[in-house]
């Protein structure tokens, strides 16, 4: 499949998505949305691809939504584009996809790296909801994924002011799950991704699904929605030989049923 605003390879088992707007900070319009679909897609489907990782350029993850694209649109445009769906693609996927953030991750370039399992950041990562400047709200998860990240009181002061966060601070409120140098911040995410794709995928597709959950649900059913995962996992043949390995200390093969 062509694509002309977003490079997609796969290298061993990673599915890679390079956002491509280099001029305009990797700005996202509709037609970058309607590639990062189809490229979810198309990774969903290949069972060859265990993991996935996003990533920008050194200068930006991505700015934002493009506020050219976007400064003329009404409402009604704005409710038919279906945006929402379209940012809240990563954690609705199956496979685990991680955010590879260095430099900026503005607008919906934080929520889109917010809406990914695991962010790894690059010590030039910043982040930000400043829609606030340009006389609207964050609007694809924003105000709710920031605070349940980094807390009301800190979330709530980057909104209301716009102005952004540096990785160090990122990750010390647990927005990030690490800072590495920028030199190796794809790669880190890289073997990440490779680490994650040696694991059982169905395990890995359920515990993706459980932790997710903690936004959704409350303690309780959370708990039972764990347990029946955990419950169903002894009907795979990959917790037989996870466990059959274990005690004849060796390797597990996994297969995936
Ligand atoms: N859109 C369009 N172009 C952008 C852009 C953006 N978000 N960000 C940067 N650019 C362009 C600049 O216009 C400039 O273009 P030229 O002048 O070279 O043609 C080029 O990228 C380089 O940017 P700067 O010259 O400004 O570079 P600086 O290093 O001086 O500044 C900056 C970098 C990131 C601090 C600055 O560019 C900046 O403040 N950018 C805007 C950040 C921003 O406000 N982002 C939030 C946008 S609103 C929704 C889904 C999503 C959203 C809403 C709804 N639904 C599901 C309903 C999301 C909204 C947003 O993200």
Known sequence: MPYENIIVTIEDSIGLIQLNRPKVLNALNAAVMRELGQAFDEFEANDAVRCIVIYGNERAFSA????????????????????????????????????????????????????????IASETAQFGQPEINIGVIPGAGGTQRLPRAIGKARAMEMILTGKFMKADEA???????????????????????????????????????????????????????????????????????????????????????
């Not at 685990?96 to 790296?113: H, K, M, R, T």
């Open 64 to 119: 934002g939504a493009d506020i050219d694209a976007m400064k003329t649109a009404t409402p009604v445009e704005m409710l038919q584009r279906d945006w929402v769906a379209q940012w809240d693609r990563p954690r609705r996927m199956k496979k685990p996809v991680i955010a590879a953030v260095s430099g900026y991750a503005l607008g919906g370039g934080c929520e889109l790296a917010m809406a990914c399992d695991i962010i």
């Open 171 to 257: 990750e010390r409120r647990g927005l990030v799950a690490r800072v590495v140098p920028v030199e190796s911040y794809l790669e880190e995410a890289k073997a990440l991704a490779r680490e994650i794709a040696s694991k059982p995928p169905i395990a890995v597709q359920f515990a993706k699904e459980c932790v997710n959950k903690v936004y959704e649900l409350p303690l309780g059913e959370g708990l039972e929605y764990e347990r029946r995962h955990f419950y169903f996992l002894f009907s795979t043949e990959d917790q037989r030989e996870g466990m059959e390995a274990f005690l004849a200390k060796r390797k597990p093969q996994w297969k995936g049923k």
